[in-house]
T-cell receptor, first 115, second 114 residues
Framework: AQSVTQLGSHVSVSEGALVLLRCNYS??????LFWYVQYPNQGLQLLLK??????LVKGINGFEAEFKKSETSFHLTKPSAHMSDAAEYFC?????????????FGSGTRLSIRP | DVKVTQSSRYLVKRTGEKVFLECVQD?????MFWYRQDPGLGLRLIYF???????EKGDIPEGYSVSREKKERFSLILESASTNQTSMYLC?????????????FGPGTRLTVL
């Protein structure tokens, strides 16, 4: 069975500072991993996905994530935070044993940006 | 462009009412999902469907039912709404041809049950 754990329900950084959102996964098979972003009062939008082609994955809006098998981690980073990055971020893993392409989501991390 | 739409952005209902939430996707996706989202709990899967008229229970199906009569439409039904069903409801779809199973989401319906 697959699962993800997001460390920290709320992260606050200053504008221009590094953004680091942590995600650890558990999977008995090579995982497919995702980061989704949810802006206020909107649905979820795919930020990036790891599909085993490359361990460093680049996504939209300057975000990237690195797959580290030895640490079972898939942390999301952005070198310089912008006010528009304020949102909730979800790490997720594909449930490859399911009957219909289910995804298992973490509990989410709310990112706040201080001016 | 990929699109999933939900019938209402905001909905207010009274306890005991029957509530219908509609979701439509225009991507010819086989799979459709209903989640509810509550603070601190992330997304929890209510029901999903992998084909027309086919459905399976998710993690929290109690108090809900679903209907999928056409491939593009997936409805969530609250037979008798209760206050603990006040939540954000999100619909999503995905394709069987996507090896990685990414899902595409609608904008959500914020339901308040009074």
């Amino acid at each position: 069975a697959q699962s993800v754990t997001q460390l920290g329900s709320h992260v606050s950084v200053s504008e221009g500072a590094l953004v680091l959102l942590r995600c650890n996964y558990s999977s008995s098979v090579p995982p497919y991993l995702f980061w989704y972003v949810q802006y206020p009062n909107q649905g979820l939008q795919l930020l990036l996905k790891y599909t085993s082609a490359a361990t460093l994955v680049k996504g939209i809006n300057g975000f990237e994530a690195e797959f580290k098998k030895s640490e079972t981690s898939f942390h999301l980073t952005k070198p310089s935070a912008h006010m528009s990055d304020a949102a909730e971020y979800f790490c997720a893993v594909s449930d490859r044993g399911s009957s219909a392409s289910k995804i298992i989501f973490g509990s989410g991390t709310r990112l706040s940006i201080r001016p | 462009d990929v699109k999933v739409t939900q019938s209402s952005r905001y909905l207010v209902k009274r306890t005991g009412e029957k509530v219908f939430l509609e979701c439509v996707q225009d991507m010819d996706h086989e799979n459709m999902f209903w989640y509810r989202q509550d603070p601190g709990l992330g997304l929890r899967l209510i029901y999903f469907s992998y084909d027309v008229k086919m459905k399976e229970k998710g993690d929290i199906p109690e108090g809900y039912s679903v209907s999928r009569e056409k491939k593009e439409r997936f409805s969530l039904i609250l037979e008798s709404a209760s206050t603990n069903q006040t939540s954000m409801y999100l619909c999503a779809s995905s394709s069987d041809t996507s090896y990685y199973n990414e899902q595409f989401f609608g904008p959500g319906t914020r339901l308040t049950v009074l």
